[in-house]
């Protein structure tokens, strides 16, 4: 069975840092492409960032030169690094497992508030 458990998301004053984490079970991480995923109260959710299982790598524009996504395939883990974090970062954080010709997987997600 394929479960995705985040974890990491706390309250953090702007201009913090943050990094979260995704373990990632069922056997699928070392094949599926990862990512990150939000959704901010009244919003839709929007990608994030993803990366292949190869480190290629692919950012929202709002976040590029603040947040990395990584990978550690020994460890089944994804990771988000947040860093100079706004209040409009606030939201649930969702980690995803995408493989061809299957439905996705989600995790539960994880709360990130960004206030003073």
């Known amino acids: 069975q394929v479960q995705l458990v985040e974890s990491g998301g706390v309250l953090v004053r702007p201009g913090g840092s943050l990094r979260l984490s995704c373990a990632a079970s069922?056997?699928?991480?070392?094949?599926?492409?990862m990512g990150w995923y939000r959704q901010a109260p009244g919003k839709e959710r929007e990608l994030v960032a993803t990366i292949t299982t190869f480190g290629r790598t692919n950012y929202a524009d709002s976040v590029k030169g603040r947040f990395t996504i990584s990978r550690d395939n020994a460890k089944n883990t994804v990771y988000l690094q947040m860093d100079s974090l706004k209040p409009e970062d606030t939201a649930v954080y969702f980690c995803n497992a995408t493989i061809r010709a299957r439905t996705p997987y989600w995790g539960q997600g994880t709360q990130v508030t960004v206030s003073a």
């Open positions: 069922g056997s699928i991480f070392n094949i599926a492409v």
